[in-house]
């Protein structure tokens, strides 16, 4: 008997185990899916509503880099090549200070071209869109995020994200969708991440980065999410540090991949860069000291914006932000500021608060453009806050929800919700209809770039690229109206160049600004102070294709034809432009090369 069952037992023993899986956690969502599908839209709907007006607004400021003046976006899907494999400014024709690898962006750039030719109006369409994809995704993020507290807070800080005043620049401004589509691409991968996290599919990893890499491929600051990601699981699903930072390889290595390709593209971090303080004006700083102080002051500034989003400005550069000492209070206010939320970030660290990761958010994302350790492009940029903003938006939705009165049996119920909570639904109403107010103030300066720089120079007076840029408007106005009302367009002509002067004689550094001085006075006929201006503007930019171009103009109307053709012959055939060639038609007839000039004027197309 003993020995059957000893044989019964090796049998069994030899019988193949069946592996349970470890099923995935229970989930309890407090939106049903019906709802948060409504309720996305309802943002996505607001979002495109509140910036319909921008629709058929015009280019503004740095369209011209990436879509109205890029040769690479205007060759539709057949520069799409030059698009992946060169830098973000590469098509411009003008040499712009600055490296960058975002080959999304133009890509929907080249794609809308190729559709609708050259229509400011379909590529606001698109912006508008795109927001519209923000604030949807941003509601079904935070839904799944906050799932733990009160169904109203995802609502609440979605809507004081969508309506914050702080996007205008973003929205309405063609060039700053790479801002918008670097914060979808976190927003879809961090979504996934969590659907991931709580279903246990290795597919919506995956997923979600790649999503992750549409935002890195869109602009660079993206970066700072892979430090965001596992705080998600820290403060939301209570996993371990070792385990969040493990569950986030998958996005770090998206991350190397990025990098390692924009190397290969461009070289170093910021290899061949050099800022001046027109860029930063950090940089203008005299001393070690009064350059933490100012930095100090910036950094109070990010975190005002983010509050009291007034006076809003296309341009921060030189001089609108002052350099400041130790003995200005601002600089006391602001580091106490910024030490205060930075313990509130640390503290809630600890104890895995809401509160914890809007502090830490808010700080990861804006790290990268405080020149902290990496000198920034600019001490500071409206456009730079968009992302960091929601943590802000996350730490004042969370002190709304605390005024909300939860039922003791968690059945929410519409109706009774506003009548038992009227102080939070208030608040949340009052801040939503001052955003509002701002939003419809501020959003038509937009819509050209005359508006846009008028506003802005009558608030930054000591801002050399805002009158720079304003008379750089007012020349444009001079040139529209040179063939139709040479009155009016010498006007407009004298008007800017007293601002290019006032510009120059806050900072005479600026290519453009002797570009458009020398080719104001050509419409004005002083041609001695036009060869002046842009042989001023090839010191500090040899290379630059607007000052030859139009110093060879100045030589032709001067009657120095051979000056005007070897001026000519040094821009690269890659630059030149119909009237390039049909300046060359000219100068060689004058010189009585008549086959030169045939030969020309067939390729200026005349």
């Known amino acids: 008997m003993a020995k059957r069952n000893k044989k019964t037992k090796v049998s069994r ?16 969502e407090p939106w049903p899916l019906k709802w948060k599908m409504i309720i996305a839209a309802g943002m996505a709907l607001l979002a495109m509503l509140v910036y319909a007006p921008s629709y058929n607004y015009d280019f503004v400021y740095d369209d011209d880099a990436v879509v109205k003046e890029n040769r690479f976006v205007q060759q539709g ?56 994809l923000t604030g949807f995704l941003l509601f079904l993020f935070l839904a799944t995020l906050l799932r733990n507290y009160h169904p109203a807070l995802p609502v609440i800080v979605s809507l004081l994200f969508v309506l914050h005043p702080i996007h205008i620049e973003v929205v309405a401004n063609i060039k700053s969708r790479d801002t918008m589509l670097g914060f979808i691409g976190f927003l879809s991968g961090a979504l996934l991440f969590l659907k991931y996290f709580d279903r246990r599919k290795i597919g919506l990893l995956a997923m979600a980065a790649l999503c992750y890499g549409i935002g890195l491929f869109s602009k660079e600051s993206a970066l700072t999410n892979l430090a965001v990601f596992p705080l998600l699981l820290w403060f939301f699903r209570k996993t ?50 009064q350059r933490i102080a100012s930095n100090i002051l910036v950094l109070g500034v990010y975190l005002f914006k983010t509050i009291f989003p007034h006076p809003l400005l296309s341009d921060y550069s030189y001089l609108t932000i ?41 700080f990861i994302t804006v790290s990268i453009f405080t020149s902290i350790i990496i000198t920034n492009v600019s001490a500071y940029n409206d456009r730079f806050l968009y992302e960091p903003v929601l943590g802000i938006c996350i730490l004042i939705g969370w002190l709304i929800s605390r005024l909300i009165k939860a039922p003791a049996d968690r059945q929410y119920n519409v109706a009774e919700f506003f009548k038992n909570n009227f102080v939070p639904v208030a608040i949340t109403i009052l801040l939503a209809t001052l955003a509002l107010v701002k939003i419809e103030s501020h959003l038509p300066v937009w819509k050209d770039r005359y508006v846009l720089f008028e506003h802005d120079v009558k608030l930054a007076p000591d801002n050399a690229r805002m009158r720079k840029n304003h008379g750089g408007s007012l020349a444009r106005k001079a040139v529209e109206y040179q063939q139709t009302d040479i009155a009016k367009a010498r006007e407009y002509a004298q008007q800017a160049i007293e601002e290019l002067k006032k510009a120059l004689a806050i900072y005479e550094d600026i290519p453009t600004g002797h570009i458009h001085l020398g080719n104001m006075y050509i419409i004005m006929g002083d041609y001695s102070n036009a060869e002046r201006s842009l042989l001023k503007a090839l010191e500090y930019a040899p290379e630059n294709y607007f000052a030859r171009s ?27 432009k119909p009237n390039d060639y049909y300046l060359y038609s000219l100068a060689y007839s004058k010189i009585g090369d008549e086959a030169k000039a045939a030969e020309y004027r067939k390729l200026s197309g005349r």
Request: with cysteine.
């Open 13 to 28: 023993t030899n019988t193949p185990q069946k592996v349970k899986r470890k099923p995935a956690p229970k989930i309890s």
């Open 240 to 289: 371990s540090l070792v385990k969040s930072l493990t569950y986030s390889l998958p996005f770090i290595a998206m991350g190397l991949i990025y990098l390692g390709i924009r190397s290969s593209v461009l070289g170093g971090l910021n290899e061949g860069v050099t800022l001046t303080p027109l860029d930063n004006s950090l940089l203008a700083a005299e001393t070690l000291d």
């Open 77 to 132: 899907l057949e520069g799409l090549d030059e698009i992946w494999t060169t830098s973000y400014f590469e098509g411009y024709s003008e040499n712009i200070k600055a490296r960058a690898y975002r080959p999304i962006p133009l890509t929907t750039l080249a794609i809308e071209y190729e559709l609708f030719g050259l229509d400011s109006k379909a590529n606001h369409i698109s912006n508008i869109l795109m927001y519209g």
């Open 550 to 576: 139009s110093l060879a103009n100045v030589y032709y109307r001067l009657g120095r034809y051979n000056e005007c053709i070897n001026m000519l012959d040094t821009i690269s055939r890659t630059y030149l």
């Open 322 to 362: 002052p350099l400041v000492g130790w003995d200005d209070w601002r600089v006391y206010a602001s580091l106490l500021a910024n030490l205060g939320l930075l313990y509130v970030g640390f503290t809630g660290f600890v104890r895995r608060k809401i509160y914890g990761f809007g502090a830490l958010q808010y």
